[in-house]
């Protein structure tokens, strides 16, 4: 039976670290330059400075033009909204977060991750009415972007030029969320569960709640640091081929960058799955 076609995807968590300078990027490369390079070896990448504070337009323009047409950002959501408001409360800062520039990636705007902090346990009736808020199209995301306030101190990005599907991941961390009820809910709600391996620190979770499963490999024996072997990077490959057998998306990102780890395992993940990013010369 031939596979389904889905969409399969292997990058980094994030692109800007010093201590790839001269290791992964070559010594001289310069740094404006670091995403271009990444993205010639890996089809897609999180963004991780939206998670500390809201960036700007220009930024997210700058970056999908300097990336291949084919490449895809996942954007990691603003922790004003998932650590300091705890999902309450948020339609005026998902507004702003949306305005600051996220829909200029246009057709390369990939899903959207929220990651919960390890203190925030499961509690249902708040997940849903977050989920209730979350735009599904991108129309529906500039519609909302459009109720920005003035915390947005740059000229907002407001429009696309096409309405495209948008979906949204969870990643957990508190014990809680090993109660079965979770799963349920994030499928009534079309929301991927992040398949996260943490070195033991978090909750490891596997259900499919989604057309996407969305995989974050902070590093199986150190956290942020330690590499993955041959051996464990072909279990994951199996893991992947598992489900784009059955019809499914996948998003994985290596997040071990503290060692430079990540860029090798994400290139060597992929060439088990055979995929083949742009080539270093286009």
Same mark, same amino acid.
């Given at each position: 039976?031939?596979?389904?076609?889905?969409?399969?995807?292997?990058?980094?968590?994030?692109?800007?670290?010093?201590?790839?300078?001269?290791?992964?990027?070559?010594?001289?490369?310069?740094?404006?330059?670091?995403?271009?390079? /990444?993205?010639?070896?890996?089809?897609?990448?999180?963004?991780?400075?939206?998670?500390?504070?809201?960036?700007?337009?220009?930024?997210?323009?700058?970056?999908?033009? !300097?990336?291949?047409?084919?490449?895809?950002?996942?954007?990691?959501?603003? !922790?004003?909204?998932?650590?300091?408001?705890?999902?309450?409360?948020?339609?005026?800062?998902?507004?702003?977060?949306?305005?600051?520039?996220?829909?200029?990636?246009?057709?390369?705007?990939?899903?959207?991750?929220?990651?919960?902090?390890?203190?925030?346990?499961?509690?249902?009736?708040?997940?849903?009415?977050?989920?209730?808020?979350?735009?599904?199209?991108?129309?529906?995301?500039?519609?909302?972007?459009?109720?920005?306030?003035?915390?947005?101190?740059?000229?907002?990005?407001?429009?696309?030029?096409?309405?495209?599907?948008?979906?949204?991941?969870?990643?957990?961390?508190?014990?809680?969320?090993?109660?079965?009820?979770?799963?349920?809910?994030?499928?009534?709600?079309?929301?991927?569960?992040?398949?996260?391996?943490?070195?033991?620190?978090?909750?490891?979770? =596997?259900?499919?709640?989604?057309?996407?499963?969305?995989?974050?490999?902070?590093?199986?024996? =150190? /956290?942020?640091?330690?590499?993955?072997?041959?051996?464990? /990077?072909?279990?994951?490959?199996?893991?992947?081929?598992?489900?784009?057998?059955?019809?499914?998306?996948?998003?994985?990102?290596?997040?071990?960058?503290?060692?430079?780890?990540?860029?090798?395992?994400?290139?060597?993940?992929?060439?088990?799955?055979?995929?083949?990013?742009?080539?270093?010369?286009?």
């Amino acid at each position: 039976m031939p596979i389904p076609d889905s969409e399969i995807r292997i990058g980094t968590s994030g692109w800007a670290y010093p201590g790839w300078r001269g290791e992964f990027y070559p010594r001289g490369l310069p740094r404006h330059r670091e995403l271009e390079y /990444l993205s010639r070896r890996v089809n897609t990448v999180e963004i991780n400075g939206s998670f500390y504070s809201l960036q700007r337009p220009e930024r997210y323009l700058r970056w999908r033009d !300097r990336t291949p047409d084919d490449f895809r950002f996942t954007v990691k959501g603003s !922790r004003f909204i998932t650590h300091m408001l705890r999902l309450r409360g948020v339609e005026t800062a998902l507004a702003n977060f949306l305005a600051s520039g996220v829909l200029a990636l246009e057709a390369k705007l990939g899903p959207i991750l929220w990651q919960l902090p390890p203190r925030q346990a499961f509690e249902p009736d708040r997940l849903s009415a977050f989920f209730d808020l979350l735009p599904r199209t991108t129309h529906d995301a500039a519609a909302l972007a459009r109720h920005h306030d003035d915390k947005v101190t740059f000229p907002p990005h407001t429009d696309v030029s096409a309405d495209r599907r948008l979906r949204h991941a969870l990643e957990v961390r508190h014990p809680s969320f090993t109660d079965p009820r979770f799963p349920e809910l994030l499928r009534a709600h079309d929301i991927a569960l992040v398949v996260a391996d943490t070195a033991g620190m978090w909750p490891y979770l =596997e259900d499919v709640t989604s057309d996407l499963v969305y995989v974050r490999l902070h590093g199986d024996v =150190e /956290l942020y640091a330690s590499g993955y072997g041959d051996e464990t /990077l072909t279990a994951w490959a199996t893991k992947i081929e598992r489900w784009r057998s059955a019809g499914l998306d996948v998003y994985v990102y290596f997040d071990n960058d503290i060692k430079v780890k990540a860029p090798g395992d994400a290139m060597a993940l992929a060439a088990k799955l055979g995929l083949r990013p742009a080539s270093p010369g286009e």
